[in-house]
């Protein structure tokens, strides 16, 4: 039954990452995308091919991160948003810009200034974890909450005190959107998915163990200390690179690992691919409806997650 | 590999948490393939002295010697090779099969067994404690008696030649208690492991250990053979309230009488 489904659901994944490029305002067909010379081609190359790309490395780093937190932390809530990295990022580009830097750069200091603001949040998360030792599982938790509402309250005051335009893009990225040009842009995410999920699949049995307590991982061997900083600094570096790209998405560092382990199992070394495959396709989709549903316009990719995927966990909850 | 009991030596250990003294130079020693009971108050160090040996706490004084080297030497996974621990209270509500939890337990020994040698680990262990029939159950399915079972299985699993159980038969009933006590019995004498289990059945430690440790206020209170502590008072000294013995009507195959506590205000159990 389970082998059925982890069948199941891999197929579906494979069948979105080769469907969607083809779907669009515009249809696309085989011939027209292999023209070289066609606009047809340039958008599906230059425009379509990189933003699914984009979106399934996002994706699958959100799913794999939050199942990373979620043994890490021994809390099936525990997510990127719940932890002030996206608090964090939100406010490094609301920062750019209310003070009007976000476009300089080539565009580049939006997301610079978003990176620098989920580490910011790394950083104070990783210090008081450091200062209060014991209970590190819910006072981490707990410190991420606490940064997240301070964080939201920064960037309501850039709010409240921007003007028209700037209110309006910083709310914008906040919802998280996805936009990639050019392969360059396609693969901004794929360090980010290859970094989360070499450690998840390499730390599978720590995770494991983790999952039984400190003193079960620590008495079978784990260095948790160690173990916990490593995992908890490379998922929250990846985080950090997704969000700086496509804004906080909520909802699918929650939902992908919940799937995955109807399918996969509680182990972690399948649970982080099939986590990674669920992640990366829900996003290819979503984001696919988020372009196509109000064609031309583009729906914020975040309000699609948040609209589909809050149904989705509260039926994964329930049928158990 | 280990497998076969190593000895432990304790010597001038004191630890302190949150600005409190918890031990205050603890020495006793353990020899290979011992079977001993630590008895005490709530709060006399017990626990404590046995997460110091096996690297939960690391930030006591004094020396362990695992084996005749320095804990404080060890690698997390290279004391883990040699001593395991089954804890009082863990958080097994994860719906991981008992065998997945299992193959967990032959962590320290990765890239060092082949999976061949895992397997009859594991299956070794499950048939030694009688897990054997909930090996495809969920671990958040199982009873308190089939948890500690398996809590034991997957400590014999991991191989190592000290085993350190906290209070291994507490919330259990009579029967799954008579039950992990055999299991302990068998796995000390079987497989020559040395065992140390705190407990405050004190019935237990006289029916199963080699030797009894008495913890008070953090101190070595008292340390000798199970026969020494029917000792006048020293029983009152240790848990501050007088026991009686009885002798069971029908023999059986215990030793020493049965002790049970003198209830305060005259209230006295009955025999």
């Not at chain 1, 992640?279 to 609209?307: E, Q």
């Not at chain 2, 031990?23 to 353990?30: G, K, P, Q, T």
Request: net charge neutral; charged share 15%; hydrophobic share 50%.
């Amino acid at each position: 039954m389970r082998r059925r489904r982890a069948f199941v659901f891999f197929a579906i994944s494979v069948l979105v990452l080769f469907l969607c490029p083809w779907l669009g305002a515009s249809p696309i067909s085989p011939s027209d995308a292999l023209n070289s010379s066609g606009l047809e081609s340039k958008i599906f190359w230059q425009i379509r091919m990189p933003r699914v790309i984009f979106a399934w490395c996002a994706g699958a780093t959100f799913g794999v991160c939050g199942m990373v937190f979620q043994a890490i932390f021994r809390n099936p809530l525990a997510e990127p948003s719940i932890l002030g990295v996206s608090a964090g990022a939100a406010l490094g580009a609301a920062a750019a810009i209310r003070f009007g830097f976000g476009t300089s750069f080539l565009g580049a200091a939006l997301p610079v200034s978003a990176f620098a603001g989920s580490m910011l949040s790394i950083a104070i998360i990783s210090a008081l974890s450091r200062m209060v030792k014991g209970t590190k599982d819910a006072t981490l938790l707990l410190a991420g909450v606490a940064i997240s509402s301070l964080f939201s309250s920064l960037i309501m005051v850039f709010q409240y005190t921007g003007g028209a335009a700037e209110t309006h893009s910083l709310i914008s990225w906040t919802m998280g959107g996805i936009s990639a040009v050019g392969m360059n842009d396609g693969l901004r995410a794929l360090p980010s998915v290859i970094i989360s999920l070499a450690l998840a699949i390499f730390f599978s049995g720590e995770l494991d163990l983790m999952m039984f307590g400190d003193e079960i991982a620590t008495t079978r061997g784990v260095s948790i200390d160690r173990t916990r900083r490593l995992l908890f600094a490379g998922v929250s570096l990846s985080i950090a690179i997704v969000v700086a790209n496509c804004g906080p998405i909520a909802f699918l560092g929650l939902i992908a690992p919940h799937a995955a382990r109807s399918a996969a199992g509680y182990r972690h070394k399948n649970l982080s691919i099939m986590t990674a495959a669920i992640g990366g396709s829900a996003l290819v989709l979503c984001d696919t409806a988020a372009r196509t549903l109000l064609a031309p316009a583009d729906i914020p990719v975040g309000i699609i997650v948040s609209f589909l995927g809050a149904p989705f966990f509260l039926w994964l909850l329930f049928k158990r | 590999m280990s497998g076969a009991g190593i000895p432990l030596e304790v010597s001038g250990v004191s630890l302190s948490l949150d600005g409190r003294n918890i031990l205050s130079d603890v020495a006793f020693s353990v020899g290979s393939g011992d079977f001993i009971c630590m008895v005490g108050r709530n709060g006399a160090g017990k626990s404590s002295i046995f997460k110091c040996v096996v690297g939960i706490y690391k930030n006591f004084s004094g020396v362990i010697e695992i084996g005749g080297a320095r804990s404080s030497e060890f690698s997390d996974r290279n004391r883990a090779k040699l001593v395991a621990y089954v804890p009082q209270s863990a958080s097994l509500d994860v719906p991981y099969t008992v065998r997945e939890f299992m193959e967990m337990a032959r962590y320290p020994w990765r890239g060092v067994s082949t999976a061949a040698e895992d397997a009859r680990y594991i299956s070794e262990a499950l048939m030694m404690t009688g897990a054997i029939d909930v090996a495809e159950r969920r671990m958040n399915t199982l009873s308190g008696g089939e948890r500690q079972k398996v809590m034991i299985a997957s400590a014999v699993a991991q191989n190592t030649g000290i085993i350190v159980l906290d209070e291994p038969t507490s919330y259990l009933d009579y029967e799954h208690q008579a039950e992990a006590a055999e299991v302990m019995a068998r796995v000390n004498s079987e497989r020559g492991v040395t065992l140390l289990a705190v407990t405050h059945d004190i019935n237990l430690a006289m029916r199963v250990s080699r030797r009894i440790i008495a913890l008070a206020d953090g101190r070595v209170f008292w340390n000798g053979p199970p026969s020494g502590i029917l000792e006048d008072g020293l029983l009152q000294s240790i848990y501050g309230v007088p026991f009686e013995s009885y002798f069971p009507r029908s023999g059986g195959d215990w030793d020493y009488p049965l002790l049970a506590p003198v209830m305060p205000g005259g209230c006295q159990s009955r025999a």
